[in-house]
């Protein structure tokens, strides 16, 4: 199943498939964001917004705008 990573549960994982904004395309591939790497959703703080996602053996912290923009591939 193909979703956005925004839209993941917190335990949930998937591998990134690609991104759907050009902006932000560089930092997130900067910060480990590449395509083909196991993503998986640790915490969403309590309003929502940021959330908490484990990415190529580290934490990353990223808002829910910039989460929108990674397609996640997930195993149902």
Do not use: T, W
């Not at 839209?7 to 591939?29: C, D, R, S, T, V």
């Not at 829910?64 to 996640?72: D, G, M, P, Q």
């Amino acid at each position: 199943m193909i979703v956005r990573l925004s839209e993941l549960k917190p335990g949930q994982e998937g591998i990134i498939k690609e991104f759907n904004n050009n902006e932000i395309f560089l930092k997130l591939m900067e910060m480990g964001c590449v395509p083909g790497e196991k993503i998986i959703l640790e915490q969403v703080a309590p309003l929502g917004d940021p959330i908490s996602v484990n990415v190529s053996g580290y934490h990353l912290s990223l808002r829910l705008n910039e989460a929108e923009h990674i397609i996640v591939e997930i195993k149902s």
